[in-house]
């Protein structure tokens, strides 16, 4: 894959991938703990009772992971990744308990701005466990600088 420091060295179509993370019971809890206290995410007893039918990690930690997995692949080089917002976030199977995840990016679009040294790029993120079954996706509103 070409080196990627400015907007302009993005290509529709370029893939990243993310090295993997393992998701610890410890984790789970210590996220929901803080963050979403439901049973679900808290205590594996209480999860048999849901609709998750055992302990799962909460959507938001599950997204917190991606945002991580993101940084560290930099696709967009020595700079950081700042959205405007984001479009087509799915959590479509849960996480569980040491799942192994990573995760693929593919630039979806590419939109220079007509007044600003930047652009827009539209880079669909998917996470995947060990299985290669898909658990999250999402698609930032990247704002990515220009080579002045």
Do not use: C
């Not at 894959?1 to 998701?23: C, H, I, N, Y």
């Not at 963050?35 to 039918?53: I, N, R, S, V």
């Not at 990744?81 to 990016?105: E, F, K, M, Q, S």
């Not at 898909?134 to 509103?141: A, D």
Request: charged share 20%; glycine share 6%.
């Amino acid at each position: 894959m070409a080196q990627v420091a400015w907007f302009d060295d993005l290509t529709v179509g370029m893939r990243f991938k993310s090295p993997e993370v393992v998701v610890s019971e410890a984790d789970i809890k210590r996220f929901a703990a803080e963050f979403d206290p439901q049973p679900m995410h808290l205590d594996h007893e209480a999860a048999k009772d849901t609709l998750f039918k055992g302990l799962a990690a909460s959507g938001w930690h599950t997204a917190a992971i991606a945002m991580n997995l993101a940084i560290q692949t930099r696709p967009f080089g020595p700079h950081p990744l700042i959205g405007a917002g984001v479009d087509g976030l799915r959590w479509t199977i849960p996480v569980r308990p040491n799942d192994r995840l990573h995760l693929v990016g593919e630039v979806m679009s590419l939109t220079p701005s007509k007044s600003k040294p930047q652009g827009i790029a539209l880079v669909k993120w998917t996470m995947f466990n060990q299985d290669g079954e898909e658990v999250y996706t999402f698609t930032p509103i990247a704002i990515v600088p220009r080579q002045a």
